[in-house]
């Protein structure tokens, strides 16, 4: 038997239901969802926070997994011990080890089902290639941000999250249920297809790389002071103008792209995304890159496999 | 000079913000909104809420403003005191009093704009019908529900509620800002209108008259295992047949709206709210009522204003 066991994460944000909700009920009938055999375990990170609706009680989990907070115990609020459990537990080389992990997550802005990676690891871009030839989904790769980090399938050797919305705090809706249902099955089915020499990567990947996090225009003490421009809200994906407005004041006052970037094309995502004001992002930009496929990618993503 | 003064209230839950951000932004620029004179105050009525994005700190705002609760001062929560304090600074009989007050709300459900109505308070009743007729707004009028008292609006002698959805908790959203800002303006005109003698009041006031709070599907441990069908999600204010499914499980199954009432052309409101799940609701509901305005009102109204 293959020591070979995907590990799918839900309730990284505890106000984020749909997907620990959907747990939920695969666990209460384990045939909801056809494995074909495929080895795997699932997890709510942060069940404490999910009890209390919130995104986290200390700090947001999917920023507690760099090497530094995880190996410096005088760490001990509560996302920190959980990021050093999961890894303890489930990590690569944990009690019982998982080599991918899918992490689902829901989001208030309209991303649609998408998925992201953090960096170009072979094997993410591999099995990723699968999930876009399979369901056509957009890929935002986190890429050159330094002021993110310790998101949770870096501790992995290989793991991507699944980002779907619209979708409001604390809400179970049918859509991004079905939508979390479909993704599911959906990386079962091409996990299966490695393991068993049946996968068919694409010949090219299209992803949106970070270029740039804008922030709300703010008021001298710090407050956000305009909102996203109609015109942009909820046109997540869409690739933008330089002229267009992207933000507007109470008063009318309209703040163009340009006083951003002067690139042409950027495309934004997780636009007014709720969790985000704290970080003081409004949306992401990005650029669209359309990425030959690699054979070493394939090839990686077997070796991982097959263990 | 009058003695009247209209109050209005934001943020009495701390993670709807769409209302206290025009408040502050009113605020910095006071010309923002023509008040023709009125004598208004403005409250952010939960600010340590607002701060941390929270409904509430211990309890539901919103539901402690009965007697029993103001009165018993062994009640010591974060809302207990911010309700008493606000009765006892911006009450009718408080420090600086107001006879009228608007609570502006935001909700995830697909309200649109809409007024909240607690019983059938004469003067409650004649100043919505004067908004009704400016805006065509649906009013909900909340009555024989022992589950939930405690109103904010109940401690004045007229007030009501405004909510608008859908906006999810935490964010700013173009509309629903917009949305807000001509709801403040038409109500100051129309008390401005009142008190110079120049409202024109409707011949009929259409309300939807509470009927019964229906809960999601619970499993055996309490948790909800059915979502609200595809068919009924944002559909509030529309009638629904008695055949109508309204939840289903992930395995397909379908509850239907004659499980839960025989009536026909019940209206549902409030479908989905997200902070309704702890309270047990997943929709209110409503049958519609046309009701034939009576002079009476208008008068009680006019002896309000006139101070």
């Known amino acids: ?29 384990p045939t909801l969802i056809h494995t074909s055999g495929l080895n795997l375990n699932k997890v709510i990170a942060n069940p ?24 410096n115990y005088a760490n001990k609020d509560l ?60 890929i935002y790769l986190h890429e050159g941000d330094d002021s993110q980090n310790g998101f949770l399938v870096e501790a992995w050797p290989c793991g991507f999250v699944v980002e779907i919305g619209p979708v409001p705090q604390g809400v179970i809706h049918n859509k991004i249920i079905n939508q979390t249902l479909l993704m599911i099955e959906t990386c079962i089915e091409e996990i299966n297809n490695v393991i068993n020499n049946n996968a068919i990567f694409p010949k090219q990947l299209i992803i949106h790389r970070y ?12 407050l956000p002071n305009a909102f996203i421009h109609s015109e942009v809200q909820s046109k997540d994906w869409s690739p933008l ?47 669209k890159e359309v990425i030959d496929f690699q054979t070493p990618w394939a090839e990686d993503l077997y070796d991982l496999v097959n263990i």
């Not at 404490?48 to 190996?71: G, T």
């Not at 270029?211 to 710090?222: V, Y």
């Open 211 to 222: 270029f740039k996090s804008i922030d709300f225009p703010r008021d001298s003490s710090g």
């Open 241 to 287: 103008s330089i002229d267009q407005n992207i933000f507007a004041n109470i008063e009318g006052e309209l703040f163009k792209l340009h006083n951003y970037s002067k690139e042409n094309d950027l495309v934004p995502v997780f636009i007014n995304e709720a969790a985000y004001a704290e970080k003081n992002i409004a949306m992401i930009l990005t650029k």
């Open 48 to 71: 404490i926070a999910r009890k209390k609706c919130q995104r986290y009680i200390d700090k947001d989990l999917n920023r507690s997994f760099s090497p530094e907070l995880l190996e």
């Open 79 to 138: 996302e920190t011990c959980i990021a050093r459990e999961l890894v303890l537990e489930n990590g690569p080389r944990g009690n019982n080890p998982s080599q991918i992990v899918i992490d689902f997550h829901s989001t208030t802005s309209s991303m649609g089902t998408s998925i992201v990676v953090y960096g170009r690891r072979s094997v993410d871009l591999a099995i990723v290639s699968l999930i876009q030839k399979r369901l056509q989904v957009p």
């Open 1 to 29: 038997m293959s020591g070979f066991q995907l590990l799918l994460v839900a309730g990284t944000h505890g106000n984020e239901i749909n997907a620990p909700w959907l747990f939920d009920q695969w666990d209460k009938k």
